[in-house]
């Protein structure tokens, strides 16, 4: 089983216009709102794969019955811990002009701490029937910024294999306790090692210092410029695939699945990185927060152009 975590839940209210002005009057074209969240978006690409999928973390209870009514849809399994407040709401606004996606995130609604005790205790609990735990996305105030690391901590003494996706210090917090592999963006990854960056060092000369230090995979998403896949050997980069974006939430999440369903098939970096190039391919050319479909993964997989680097 692939268990994925939810911390910080979202409505997703994407507005698209032809091209964004700032500072100006704009005219929307049309707007659609989807319940989210980085591993529910997981979990639910998973299932499409017909991988075995328990979606968990925090709900809340004033609009929680969204979550709930989406993951149903979806025939996906989960099991949440529910708590007083309000999903949050985050903006997306997508310029048709130029294919790019502008966010407005709300930080999400106060957890207590015997809320957080809880979560740990129910997901170490679900380790011992997983196989992979994924941890992603940002975590509403109130909860450790450690949280991921103390989640990677129990995951590896059950000799669980976790993937992390997260920014900030929940990265940098996370990257201490080895997670098996970590999916940031450039951006992201780039400000957990500012440091290294002003030795003089390169993106690509840290990623495989990491690695060596004992994370086996690195993925970088490079958004229109592909991704790249670093292990202990190589250094593999897809080229984006030549598609007309329609909605680009949940590409990430969608690379993130991909990649899991390789592990669980037992292939190497190479076919990881197809699936997750194929994966978020299948997620980009629909509309809004729709995700990749089996027969979407099936048909861009053989349109993957991989390059060597290493």
Do not use: W
């Not at 949280?147 to 294999?161: E, Q, T, W």
């Not at 900030?168 to 970590?182: A, D, R, S, T, V």
Request: charged letters at 25%; aromatic letters at 4%.
């Amino acid at each position: 089983m692939i268990l994925t975590l939810t911390l910080n839940p979202c409505i997703d209210k994407t507005i698209y216009l032809d091209q964004l002005e700032v500072g100006s009057y704009n005219r929307v074209k049309n707007v659609r709102e989807d319940s989210a969240g980085k591993g529910l978006n997981v979990s639910i690409v998973l299932n499409n794969l017909k991988e075995e999928t328990l979606c968990m973390g925090f709900n809340f209870k004033s609009n929680g019955h969204l979550l709930e009514q989406l993951l149903k849809s979806h025939q996906v399994k989960h099991a949440f811990i529910s708590l007083d407040g309000a999903i949050r709401t985050n903006i997306k606004l997508f310029d048709r002009s130029c294919q790019v996606m502008t966010e407005i995130n709300e930080a999400g609604p106060f957890v207590p701490p015997e809320a957080v005790d809880q979560l740990l205790t129910a997901v170490e609990a679900a380790l011992d029937h997983t196989d992979i735990l994924v941890m992603s996305g940002s975590i509403p105030p109130g909860v450790p910024t450690d949280i991921y690391g103390r989640l990677i901590r129990l995951a590896n003494k059950k000799h669980v294999k976790t993937v992390l996706d997260a920014a900030g210090e929940p990265l940098f917090l996370g990257l201490l306790e080895k997670p098996y592999l970590i999916k940031p963006n450039t951006l992201e990854f780039e400000q957990a090692f500012q440091k290294e960056l002003a030795d003089g060092m390169s993106t690509l000369e840290i990623a495989r210092r990491v690695v060596k230090d004992g994370i086996p995979y690195i993925c970088l998403s490079m958004g229109a410029d592909g991704a790249m896949l670093i292990d202990r050997e190589h250094v593999y980069r897809a080229r984006p695939l030549p598609l007309v974006p329609k909605g680009l939430t949940g590409a990430g999440d969608s690379m993130v699945a991909g990649m899991c369903h390789a592990i669980r098939r037992g292939l190497g970096s190479a076919d990881m990185l197809r699936y997750a190039m194929a994966s978020a391919g299948g997620s980009i050319r629909q509309e809004g927060t729709l995700l990749a479909e089996q027969k979407d993964v099936d048909e861009l997989l053989p349109l993957v152009e991989l390059e060597t680097i290493l």
